[in-house]
């Protein structure tokens, strides 16, 4: 391995960014919960796109913790691009499916407006 390929993280760099990460996972839950329990307050059926918003949103924050997590584990910079490149291809697919859900919500909802 090329000694320019490596990533020499000290492990305690490592462990401070883990826990950053760990931190705004928690931030970020206390804020989903927030949230949800403010979708909750909407009846149906104007609450399902909201539902599944959030539902979507909260999907692809933990991705983003997952492939945070992933990263700091790299043990080159070879590694870390793949992993850089597997989370895109994987969050591409993901969207694109999302819009599909998203777009057959916004429809059905649409169905149930008062003319």
Known sequence: ?????MMEVPQQVRAF?????????KAFAAFLDAA???????????SEVPKQMLSMTEQNIKAS?????????????QEFAQIQSDFLKT??????????TFGAKITESAKHLPA
């Open 17 to 25: 960014a883990g826990s950053s990460v760990d931190q705004a996972e």
């Open 1 to 5: 391995m090329s000694p320019t390929t």
């Open 91 to 100: 969050q591409l697919a993901t969207a694109a499916e999302q819009m599909k």
């Open 65 to 77: 913790f997952d492939h945070a997590r992933k990263l700091l584990q790299a043990a080159d910079l």
């Open 36 to 46: 949800a329990k403010s979708v909750a307050l909407i009846p149906p059926p104007a």
